[in-house]
């Protein structure tokens, strides 16, 4: 079946560092590409999306490119802040339903 | 604003004691859904509306139920709750559910039935 995995964490790292948080899929289909993020006490937001093979998402400083070849998205960020601190999922959906299929997410840790 | 609005936030409820979480979206969406967080498994879908009067299942829907009777509100019904239920949920909604839309998230609810 469908599904995404995630690299497990939590993954630390120093203010300023450069951050990937690895995301490989399978999918019958083709995919639209999500990652999104949990700040501490608060529901998910998206952070960037791709919906075809080799296009980047970037927002806020980050990128994903979605690699069909390796059929992964994962999620890069040249200099994290600690600000940055959160739960990061990648998810994806198939245009024939209309659910997103989840990994187990990633919590991320900046220490100053 | 736009927002997605879950109560209550927290609850801690005991078995068998019949319970609902509302959920209201005021940005006009077709598409809400309910979804389950738990450590390590991510998040699962439990049910979703595509529209008003229109509940689909989703992965887990067993021990849930929900209705659709207003375009905003999705609540979330345990009819008899059990302590597997014990969890994070959440609310979201989506302007169609067509997968380019992003989802809108609520803050979240944390349940625990002892």
């Known amino acids: 079946g469908d599904s995404v995995t995630q690299m497990e964490g939590p993954v630390t790292l120093s203010e300023e560092a450069f951050l990937t948080i690895n995301c490989t899929y399978t999918?019958?289909?083709?995919?639209?590409l999500f990652w999104y993020v949990q700040y501490p006490g608060e529901g998910l937001q998206l952070l960037l999306k791709?919906?075809?093979a080799d296009d980047k998402g970037s927002n806020k400083g980050f990128e994903a490119t979605y690699r069909k070849e390796t059929t992964s998205f994962h999620l890069e960020k040249g200099s994290v802040q600690v600000s940055d601190s959160a739960v990061y999922f990648c998810?994806?959906?198939?245009?024939?339903?209309?659910?997103?299929?989840w990994g187990a997410g990633t919590k991320l840790i900046i220490k100053p | 604003e736009a927002q997605v609005t879950q109560n209550p936030r927290y609850l801690i409820t005991v078995t068998g004691k019949k319970l609902t979480v509302t959920c209201s979206q005021n940005?006009?969406?077709?598409?809400m859904s309910w979804y389950r967080q738990d450590p390590g498994l991510g998040l699962r879908q439990i049910y979703y509306s595509m529209n008003v009067e229109v509940t689909d299942k989703g992965d887990v829907p067993e021990g849930y139920k929900v209705s659709r009777k207003e375009k905003r509100n999705f609540p979330l019904i345990l009819e008899s709750p059990s302590p597997n239920q014990t969890s994070l949920y959440f609310c979201?909604?989506?302007?169609?559910?067509?997968?380019?839309?992003?989802?809108?998230f609520g803050d979240g609810t944390r349940l625990s039935i002892l």
């Open positions: 998810a994806l959906s198939l245009d024939s339903n209309y659910q997103l299929i």
């Open positions: 791709a919906t075809k």
């Open positions: 999918a019958t289909g083709y995919p639209s």
């Open positions: 940005m006009n969406h077709e598409y």
């Open positions: 979201a909604s989506s302007l169609t559910g067509d997968s380019n839309q992003p989802q809108h």
